[in-house]
């Protein structure tokens, strides 16, 4: 890893899963995550750019404010952490946490028509907050470990 002046840390406070697509994920307790492929078990995985999502609590909090009653896997993301503005990071950013290594490929996305997470919460904050990764190097990530993003 480079040196620590281009490093951010943050940490995981759930970590989530769904076996549907267009639905909130679910905590549990540790996922899995498969180079090349993404989270063991999720409907998400698979060999494209968005195997990972992660969304801050910040990102969250937004939403309570809005009036939404929403918790973490709310808003179908597999990992969500505590401690950094996620938006923020450039694309190309690495993250590393336990033996995994990921590498942030997308900022946001197009929410598709009748969004089903949309329509369950009311707003979606995951357009322009959460992030979407591919996993260089798989491992186990549960609640509590420490993410390390080194920008490029």
């Not at 998400?44 to 609590?57: E, F, I, P």
Request: hydrophobic fraction near 40%; aromatic fraction near 6%.
């Amino acid at each position: 890893m480079p040196g620590k002046e281009n490093r951010l840390e943050a940490k995981v406070v759930s970590v989530n899963l769904s076996k549907v697509k267009g639905v909130k994920k679910t905590p549990v307790s540790e996922i899995e995550l498969i180079e090349n492929y993404g989270v063991n078990g999720d409907a998400h995985a698979g060999n494209w750019h968005r195997q990972v999502s992660m969304l801050s609590t910040l990102s969250i909090d937004k939403a309570r404010k809005w009036g939404i009653d929403v918790n973490f896997g709310d808003f179908a993301e597999n990992i969500t952490v505590e401690g950094i503005e996620l938006w923020k990071l450039p694309v190309g950013t690495k993250v590393f946490v336990n033996d995994v290594e990921l590498e942030l490929t997308q900022i946001g996305k197009e929410c598709h028509d009748g969004c089903a997470i949309a329509k369950l919460v009311g707003k979606c904050v995951m357009p322009k907050e959460g992030i979407f990764l591919k996993v260089i190097k798989g491992g186990k990530i549960k609640a509590g470990d420490i993410l390390i993003f080194v920008a490029p």
